[in-house]
């Protein structure tokens, strides 16, 4: 279970916090700390938790001007917020309605399965925010389109929770093998012993490996 600590969202304060004991702990993070810059992983607050797991499906694989027409496409199909669609109003489409928008067949069910979901109150995302990390990944599985890294993503970028630590996320992997500098890519053994500085800020020291992959010299993703 996650200590309150755990369930607070980042704040400038936190971050500022999270970056001095990193920086204490770890020289080779503190290195890239220094060279990045302030970590600005603060959770997103627009909208309601259902439209960025809703948007969060819309966005699977596809480039971000592409992802976001479609995305537009679907708020003024459903009506109101993009942020913040109904679900009922989801459910009350067809198929062909929401493949209108552009979304593949795969993404309509999962966007279904979504708000049936809701609507049923089998995910009770109004309970979310006093949930641990770990409860909060259960409950969002079992959703069509869900897998273990879009829970992390939405626990780090909705919820702000400070140590999550996406052990496939190939960004993180490469950013880790980076800094410090491991012949291999890491896997999800070596990366979590790697990250055993890291806590309890694994969201913030993800975030750093994401980043230093931006630096000019890095050679990019």
Same mark, same amino acid.
Request: hydrophobic letters at 45%; proline letters at 7%.
């Given at each position: 279970? !996650?200590? $309150?600590?755990?369930l ?11 970056q001095?004991?990193? !920086? ?17 992983l ?9 439209? +960025?797991?809703a ?29 913040? $669609? ?6 009350a489409?067809?198929?062909d ?6 979304l ?21 995302? +109004? ?12 409950a ?7 897998g $273990? ?10 919820l ?20 410090? &500098?491991? &012949? ?11 990250? &055993? ?5 694994? !969201?913030?020291? !993800? ?15």
């Open positions: 279970m !996650s200590s $309150p600590a755990g607070a969202p980042l704040t400038p304060a936190r971050l500022e916090a999270a001095a004991e990193l !920086s204490a702990r770890d020289a080779k993070l503190a290195a890239v700390i220094e060279q990045v810059g302030p970590c600005t603060l959770p997103r607050t627009e909208g309601t938790h259902f439209g +960025h797991l948007r969060n499906i819309i966005y699977q694989q596809l480039s971000g001007s592409a992802a976001a027409t479609i995305h537009a496409r679907f708020g003024a199909l459903v009506g109101g917020d993009a942020q913040a $669609p109904d679900p009922v109003a989801i459910l489409l067809g198929e309605a929401l493949r209108g928008c552009g593949s067949l795969a993404k309509v069910r999962a966007v279904q399965d979504l708000a049936r979901h809701v609507v049923e109150d089998r995910l009770p995302l +109004h309970a979310l925010d006093g949930m641990s990390d770990d409860e909060i990944i259960a969002l599985v079992p959703v069509r389109g869900i $273990p890294w879009t829970a992390q993503m939405f626990l780090m970028f909705r702000g929770r400070p140590d999550v630590l996406p052990v496939l996320d190939l960004g993180v992997r490469k950013g880790a093998q980076r800094i410090y &500098r491991t &012949r291999a890519l890491p896997d999800a053994t070596r990366l979590t012993k790697i990250a &055993r500085n890291w806590r309890p800020w694994a !969201s913030v020291a !993800s975030w750093y490996c994401w980043r230093v992959l931006d630096l000019e010299d890095a050679g990019g993703w």
